[in-house]
């Protein structure tokens, strides 16, 4: 069962005129994170380190709570968001940002998985954006995964 996933919609630009402000005005939507150029991230001493291009996420979730059984509910929700959007990615990408969409989905079993319709896929390509896609398969609950028997 696919219990969990997710889809950002991820912005990077160069340091200079391509800052998360800029994305924010084109896109006109609200980020879930934000970050410019020059920013600290990682906390502090040997692990901290300054960033060098700018950062804007827009992030879905589904914790699959829903009804939706592909494992895409928060691709379709990232991508509702987005709708009539398309000159703005546009713009975005003539502009040199890094536009893409990275997606990430949990199953609790190694049977069927995630569906990726083709009207799912129409909708991404129209945006034509890539997708970088993460799946991740909870072995630990499955007694098979730890080689026991998962009747036992």
Known sequence: MIVDNS?????????GASTA?????ILRLIPTLALEAGTTVGGSGAAARVLDHSVWH?????????TDAS?????????QALEGKGQAVAMLQQERY?????????????????ILDPVLAARVARLGIP????TVWDGIRD??????DSAA
């Open 7 to 15: 889809a950002t919609l991820v912005v990077l630009g160069d340091a």
């Open 21 to 25: 402000d800029r994305v924010t005005s």
């Open 58 to 66: 827009l992030v879905y979730e589904d914790h699959g709570t829903g």
């Open 71 to 79: 494992g895409f509910a928060s691709l379709y929700g990232l991508l």
């Open 98 to 114: 890094e536009v893409r969409i990275d997606w990430r989905g949990e199953s609790d079993s190694d049977r069927g998985g995630f």
């Open 131 to 134: 997708v970088y896609g993460t």
């Open 143 to 148: 007694g098979a995964a730890r080689g026991g």
